[in-house]
């Protein structure tokens, strides 16, 4: 009996060694393919996605897209890996009324302890275009109850109006969207870009105070368009408004920028300064047509700035779902400008931004 007693521990520890040891070279072996992929994405994120925006708080992002009679949000910790995430849908448009069609553009932002999505609405007729606002105090803004705080109007006159974006500065709050002059009447499809300040995030206080009207001729390719704007800071604290040029359908489309003067009034046209040129523009070899419609973020790690837009991966796609989402890496000169370069090819390998 005792014999068998130790007999039983040895072949335990044998047997435990032998498992041990398997296990150890089962570790020491090189990485699956699919992890070392983990280090890299390949653009575009998405296909069928024009208009993207990306709104990031803490390590945690959240992407929105264009998707015409619904709202859905991504959220991520890696927005390489967008394409892994099943979105929710936050709103679907009523069956009538003036915001039940053509919903584009919505953006999500985390205002006063709550977060609140602006997106552009119509009833089905082109000249009813207008910005709409929804509410919700929930923590997530994938979760909870979203309130509809109703249509933005603009003053002194109800102005077609798309594309709204937030511009927040210490404690003020202004609304920055495309709009058209259809006042009295109008016919005039130019789109320029309007700013007014807002009393909270969902009322205009105005007045309505035009910023930017296409001048050059890398505007005006299509037509007079001037849309999709977006804030851009930089580490010293100088804001940015990069928007489209152009109509969006004309593989031209492309990207500009204006300049706020330091310290001046964000509401006085005279504070603004725009760039002659585009600062971002479409690049055949890339397959990038028509490239525009912008965000940005920062890596999770906060040591990177990246640009995120959409374009048609050939020539002569529209206006349309064609559009893919694309992001890509960029720096800042010197003097304080941001540097956004060509696009990156479709299906060149890029490193994921940094922290992911």
Same mark, same amino acid.
């Given at each position: 009996?005792?014999?068998?007693?130790?007999?039983?521990?040895?072949?335990?520890?044998?047997?435990?060694?032998?498992?041990?040891?398997?296990?150890?070279?089962?570790?020491a072996?090189?990485?699956?393919?699919?992890?070392?992929?983990?280090?890299?994405? #390949?653009?575009?994120?998405?296909?069928?996605a024009?208009?993207? &925006?990306? &709104?990031?708080?803490?390590?945690?992002? &959240?992407?929105?897209?264009? *998707?015409g009679?619904?709202?859905?949000?991504?959220?991520?910790?890696?927005?390489?890996?967008?394409?892994?995430?099943?979105?929710?849908?936050?709103?679907?448009a009523? +069956?009538?009324?003036?915001?039940?069609?053509?919903?584009?553009?919505?953006?999500?932002?985390f205002?006063?302890?709550?977060?609140?999505?602006?997106?552009?609405?119509?009833?089905?007729?082109?000249?009813?275009?207008?910005?709409?606002?929804?509410?919700?105090?929930?923590?997530? !803004? #994938?979760?909870? #109850?979203?309130?509809?705080?109703?249509?933005?109007?603009?003053?002194? +006159?109800?102005?077609?109006?798309?594309?709204?974006?937030?511009?927040?500065? $210490?404690?003020?709050?202004?609304?920055i969207?495309?709009?058209?002059p259809?006042?009295?009447?109008s016919?005039?499809?130019?789109?320029?870009?309007?700013?007014?300040?807002?009393?909270?995030?969902?009322?205009?206080?105005?007045?309505?105070?035009?910023?930017?009207?296409p001048?050059?001729?890398?505007?005006?390719?299509?037509?007079?368009?001037?849309?999709g704007?977006?804030?851009?800071?930089?580490?010293?604290?100088?804001?940015?408004?990069?928007?489209?040029?152009?109509?969006?359908?004309?593989?031209?489309?492309?990207?500009?920028?204006?300049? *706020?003067?330091?310290?001046?009034? !964000?509401?006085?046209?005279?504070s603004?300064?725009?760039?002659?040129?585009?600062?971002?523009?479409?690049? +055949?070899?890339?397959?990038?047509?028509?490239?525009?419609?912008?965000?940005?973020?920062?890596?999770? $790690?906060?040591?990177?700035?990246?640009?995120?837009?959409?374009?048609?991966?050939?020539?002569?796609?529209?206006?349309?779902?064609?559009?893919?989402?694309?992001?890509q890496?960029?720096?800042?000169?010197?003097?304080? *400008?941001?540097?956004?370069?060509?696009?990156?090819?479709?299906?060149?390998?890029?490193?994921?931004?940094?922290?992911?």
């Amino acid at each position: 009996m005792r014999y068998k007693a130790l007999y039983r521990p040895a072949i335990l520890w044998c047997v435990s060694f032998i498992f041990i040891s398997a296990s150890c070279k089962k570790e020491a072996k090189a990485p699956n393919p699919g992890e070392q992929q983990a280090t890299t994405f #390949t653009n575009p994120l998405l296909n069928a996605a024009p208009d993207p &925006y990306v &709104y990031q708080k803490d390590s945690t992002y &959240y992407y929105l897209h264009t *998707l015409g009679n619904r709202i859905q949000i991504w959220k991520t910790n890696k927005m390489s890996r967008l394409k892994d995430v099943t979105p929710v849908t936050v709103f679907n448009a009523p +069956a009538t009324g003036g915001n039940s069609r053509d919903i584009w553009a919505p953006e999500l932002f985390f205002l006063n302890g709550k977060w609140y999505i602006y997106y552009t609405g119509t009833d089905g007729n082109d000249r009813e275009h207008r910005m709409w606002v929804l509410e919700n105090a929930n923590p997530d !803004p #994938t979760q909870g #109850t979203w309130t509809d705080k109703g249509k933005l109007t603009t003053k002194p +006159a109800d102005l077609w109006s798309i594309d709204a974006t937030i511009f927040q500065r $210490d404690s003020s709050l202004f609304l920055i969207w495309s709009g058209r002059p259809f006042a009295g009447g109008s016919t005039d499809l130019t789109q320029n870009i309007y700013i007014s300040q807002m009393s909270n995030p969902f009322t205009l206080t105005g007045p309505t105070v035009l910023i930017s009207t296409p001048q050059y001729d890398w505007e005006k390719r299509g037509f007079a368009v001037n849309e999709g704007p977006e804030i851009l800071r930089n580490a010293a604290g100088r804001d940015f408004l990069v928007f489209s040029g152009s109509y969006c359908g004309n593989d031209q489309y492309a990207l500009g920028m204006m300049s *706020l003067k330091a310290g001046s009034n !964000p509401s006085d046209a005279k504070s603004w300064t725009k760039m002659p040129a585009p600062v971002f523009t479409g690049l +055949a070899s890339a397959n990038a047509f028509g490239a525009g419609h912008n965000g940005f973020f920062k890596s999770r $790690d906060g040591k990177e700035d990246w640009i995120i837009y959409h374009a048609n991966s050939a020539a002569g796609e529209g206006c349309d779902d064609s559009r893919n989402v694309r992001m890509q890496k960029f720096a800042w000169t010197a003097e304080g *400008l941001p540097s956004f370069g060509e696009p990156v090819s479709t299906g060149q390998s890029l490193a994921v931004p940094s922290g992911e």
